[in-house]
């Protein structure tokens, strides 16, 4: 991966037809974190870890994490 990482997540919202913040209720988070991550100015880095990650595990990134039912009786912070 050699250059300057540039997002690409806008042009995939506006092929998908969605708005800034239609995105950001779809994904749990604010229109304003869709829009720092569309122009570079945050997260790039993260998505930049997790490319490496895929890519060196040869895996996809729903493939990272797993989402567990949580229980009532469960210690959230364990």
């Not at 749990?28 to 869709?34: L, P, Q, Y």
Request: charged content about 30%; glycine content about 4%.
């Amino acid at each position: 991966m050699d250059g300057i990482p540039v997002s690409k997540i806008a042009e995939l919202r506006k092929a998908a037809g969605l708005t800034q913040r239609q995105l950001a209720d779809t994904v749990s988070v604010t229109e304003s974190t869709i829009r720092n991550w569309e122009n570079n100015r945050s997260g790039i880095d993260m998505f930049v870890a997790i490319s490496r990650l895929c890519r060196a595990l040869d895996c996809q990134p729903d493939d990272l994490i797993e989402f567990k039912p949580v229980s009532e009786d469960s210690d959230a912070d364990a």
